[in-house]
């Protein structure tokens, strides 16, 4: 037994870093079309006004899909694309898009997995308090509901919000995302919590307005994870007890971002820790937030080990001389997908999705032609073989999306790492399949047998 039969394999983007295009058709703006033009603020002084151009070349992508074999395509929409002002006013034209999309790709027997909220916040939005505004759940949900009306006869598959820890830390305590502002921690628990509650309403919204069954997800980053050094059950534990433990900065930790979403509570020690610092947290938010959904999406990259110490605690060993690591220096370790579905699984008994799995890398095409790269498929390979063992021991995983499609912008790091399974010139938009789509490809057509 390895994967399911029906095992969504699949690869991911988002609306910013792919698109482009971003005055077209009367999108509005979102705060990284602005921010991404202050000077400083991305390290090869780039923007994602172009990025891999998919808004105009989206049937070439469609056809590289094809040829990827993927069945499954996870990719966000543009809120500012749909509702320029972020409320009120719909763009046809936007909504227009993802339409001529959703059919593509359907026509190729690609099941498309939606992301609502991928970053690229409305500016408009934010001229209104972005986060900080109580009423931000409430215009999530209006925009939610203008999408679903239009796309749920033929998408079932929604993700309600991506890495939410990005776009409050990131963005809102150290400046380095979009609209780069420096809170404070009453601000950013505030806007933690209007995150949350977005989630919840958008949930509902998806509900009340889908006219197909939908299946609903919620992806944070899990970057917080700890592998055990040995199998021991005391390492096991003292690891487990640190994934979902309250950390020194609340915001990066497991449990903040999914207790209160699939147990309806915060974590305990996070309140008693934290109590001073936080807004009024009614019972009436935390139905919200926890609406029922279907499953949990795991972005993971990396994880810490670690093993028992002293007095239940965990004691970190993680790096070693020399270690493996990737162009942005996060450890090759591929223990990731093996304990942190199994512990996500143990503790919220929820089917997972591995939403992003990926490496960044220094690719470029070859005097052949061809784009070889070895790194990757050695990683994927690895990561993948983990996943497998964690769904052999019965962890109900059903699907796995890598990180990413195309080589696209990479955020603050404009577009010197190249993630992509596909090569992409970014003065010519042209794209090579690189060896780890081929690679890829066919570990999809054994259904992960081959691994
Ligand atoms: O590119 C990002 C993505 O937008 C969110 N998760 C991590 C990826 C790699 O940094």
Same mark, same amino acid.
């Given at each position: 037994?390895?994967?399911?039969? &029906?095992?969504?394999?699949?690869?991911?983007?988002?609306?910013?870093?792919?698109?482009?295009?971003?005055?077209? &058709?009367?999108?509005?703006?979102?705060?990284?079309?602005?921010?991404?033009?202050?000077?400083?603020?991305?390290?090869?002084?780039?923007?994602?006004?172009?990025?891999?151009?998919?808004?105009?070349?989206?049937?070439? *992508?469609?056809?590289?899909?094809?040829?990827?074999?993927?069945?499954?395509?996870?990719?966000? +929409?543009?809120?500012?694309?749909?509702?320029?002002?972020?409320?009120?006013?719909?763009?046809?034209?936007?909504?227009?898009?993802?339409?001529?999309?959703?059919?593509?790709? %359907?026509?190729?027997?690609?099941?498309?997995?939606?992301?609502?909220?991928?970053?690229?916040?409305?500016?408009?939005?934010?001229?209104?308090?972005?986060? $900080?505004?109580?009423? =931000?759940?409430?215009?999530?949900?209006?925009?939610?509901?203008?999408?679903?009306?239009?796309?749920? *006869?033929?998408?079932?598959?929604?993700?309600?919000?991506?890495?939410?820890?990005?776009?409050?830390?990131?963005?809102?305590?150290?400046?380095?995302?979009?609209?780069?502002?420096?809170?404070?921690?009453?601000? $950013?628990?505030?806007?933690?919590?209007?995150?949350?509650?977005?989630?919840?309403?958008?949930?509902?919204?998806?509900?009340?307005?889908?006219?197909?069954?939908?299946?609903?997800?919620?992806?944070?980053?899990?970057?917080?994870?700890?592998?055990?050094?040995?199998?021991?059950?005391?390492?096991?534990?003292?690891?487990?007890?640190?994934?979902?433990?309250? %950390?020194?900065?609340?915001?990066?930790?497991?449990?903040?971002?999914?207790?209160?979403? %699939?147990?309806?509570?915060?974590?305990?020690?996070?309140?008693?820790?934290?109590?001073?610092?936080?807004?009024?947290?009614?019972?009436?938010?935390?139905?919200?937030?926890?609406?029922?959904?279907?499953?949990?999406?795991?972005?993971?990259?990396?994880?810490?080990?670690?093993?028992? !110490?002293?007095?239940?605690?965990?004691?970190?060993?993680?790096?070693?001389?020399?270690?493996?690591?990737?162009?942005?220096?996060?450890?090759?370790?591929?223990?990731?997908?093996?304990?942190?579905?199994?512990?996500?699984?143990?503790?919220?008994?929820?089917? /997972?999705?591995?939403?992003?799995? !990926?490496?960044?890398?220094?690719?470029? /095409?070859?005097?052949?032609?061809?784009?070889?790269?070895?790194?990757?498929?050695?990683?994927?390979?690895?990561? $993948?073989?983990?996943?497998?063992?964690?769904?052999?021991?019965?962890?109900? +995983?059903?699907?796995?999306?890598?990180?990413?499609?195309?080589?696209?912008?990479?955020?603050?790091?404009?577009?010197?790492?190249?993630?992509? =399974?596909?090569?992409?010139?970014?003065?010519?938009?042209?794209?090579?399949?690189?060896?780890?789509?081929?690679?890829?490809?066919?570990?999809?057509?054994?259904?992960?047998?081959?691994?």
């Amino acid at each position: 037994m390895g994967f399911r039969k &029906d095992f969504a394999w699949g690869v991911a983007s988002s609306s910013y870093q792919n698109e482009g295009s971003v005055t077209a &058709d009367g999108k509005g703006l979102s705060v990284w079309d602005v921010f991404t033009h202050e000077e400083g603020k991305v390290a090869d002084k780039s923007n994602g006004d172009v990025a891999s151009d998919q808004y105009r070349l989206w049937e070439k *992508d469609v056809a590289l899909l094809e040829e990827l074999a993927v069945n499954s395509y996870r990719f966000s +929409i543009s809120w500012p694309r749909v509702l320029p002002e972020g409320i009120g006013r719909v763009n046809e034209k936007g909504l227009d898009y993802y339409d001529r999309l959703v059919d593509a790709l %359907l026509s190729k027997g690609i099941t498309p997995y939606i992301t609502l909220f991928h970053w690229d916040m409305p500016y408009e939005l934010y001229l209104k308090g972005g986060w $900080l505004n109580r009423d =931000m759940p409430r215009y999530f949900a209006e925009y939610a509901e203008v999408v679903i009306r239009r796309l749920s *006869d033929r998408v079932q598959h929604w993700i309600t919000q991506n890495e939410p820890q990005c776009y409050i830390s990131s963005s809102l305590e150290n400046g380095e995302h979009a609209p780069g502002l420096r809170l404070g921690k009453k601000d $950013l628990f505030l806007a933690a919590h209007h995150s949350l509650l977005s989630h919840g309403y958008g949930a509902q919204a998806i509900k009340a307005a889908a006219k197909t069954r939908p299946v609903i997800g919620y992806a944070p980053a899990s970057w917080w994870l700890w592998s055990p050094l040995t199998e021991n059950k005391e390492d096991v534990e003292a690891c487990r007890n640190k994934t979902f433990a309250a %950390l020194e900065n609340p915001l990066g930790g497991t449990g903040f971002w999914l207790d209160p979403v %699939l147990l309806g509570r915060y974590p305990l020690d996070f309140l008693q820790t934290w109590e001073p610092y936080l807004p009024r947290i009614s019972q009436e938010d935390m139905k919200v937030i926890s609406e029922p959904i279907d499953f949990v999406g795991m972005n993971v990259y990396q994880t810490y080990v670690g093993r028992a !110490g002293g007095e239940g605690t965990c004691e970190n060993v993680s790096h070693r001389k020399g270690y493996a690591k990737t162009m942005a220096s996060w450890p090759v370790t591929p223990k990731a997908l093996y304990w942190g579905p199994k512990f996500y699984w143990e503790r919220y008994h929820k089917p /997972i999705v591995i939403t992003e799995n !990926g490496m960044s890398n220094e690719d470029w /095409i070859h005097l052949d032609g061809r784009v070889h790269d070895p790194q990757r498929i050695d990683f994927t390979h690895r990561y $993948l073989s983990s996943l497998k063992r964690a769904a052999e021991e019965g962890v109900d +995983i059903r699907g796995y999306f890598h990180w990413t499609f195309t080589d696209n912008f990479e955020w603050s790091r404009g577009y010197e790492e190249r993630f992509g =399974m596909v090569y992409v010139d970014f003065e010519t938009r042209e794209r090579v399949i690189k060896d780890s789509g081929f690679w890829y490809r066919d570990v999809i057509l054994s259904n992960g047998e081959c691994l």
